[in-house]
């Protein structure tokens, strides 16, 4: 899907966090990472997430990190285990902490070319 300068997939295969990463490194892509004006946006939330889970490039190594290596600035993530070290998203813009062996649904994001 193209949405202004990116386009997006969202998965509906399930696979663990490393494994979603890797699918979309194989497509020239990333997981999901959002910028602080876009999560303040909340374009994307409300138009193509649904009730499921998607694993988007957030994970806390020392820390909340984006996969591009940004901090995310004012960011509420839901976590109520210390094994719960990766992001995800739902509609309504819940970021949530899981455990990165889950299987869930995944969003790649690649920039487009420009021409």
Not at 51 to 80: A, Q
Not at 83 to 94: A, H, R, S
């Amino acid at each position: 899907m193209k949405y202004g300068d990116h386009c997006y997939y969202f998965s509906v295969k399930e696979m663990n966090w490393t494994s979603s990463r890797e699918f979309c490194i194989a497509q020239n892509s990333s997981l999901l990472v959002l910028t602080d004006k876009e999560m303040a946006d909340n374009l994307l939330f409300k138009d193509f997430f649904n009730e499921h889970f998607y694993w988007i490039g957030l994970r806390n190594n020392s820390g909340w990190k984006w996969e591009d290596g940004t901090i995310p600035n004012n960011l509420r993530i839901v976590s109520n285990s210390l094994v719960q070290k990766c992001g995800t998203i739902k509609k309504g813009d819940l970021l949530q902490a899981s455990s990165c062996e889950v299987n869930l649904r995944w969003v790649c994001r690649r920039l487009l070319s420009v021409r």
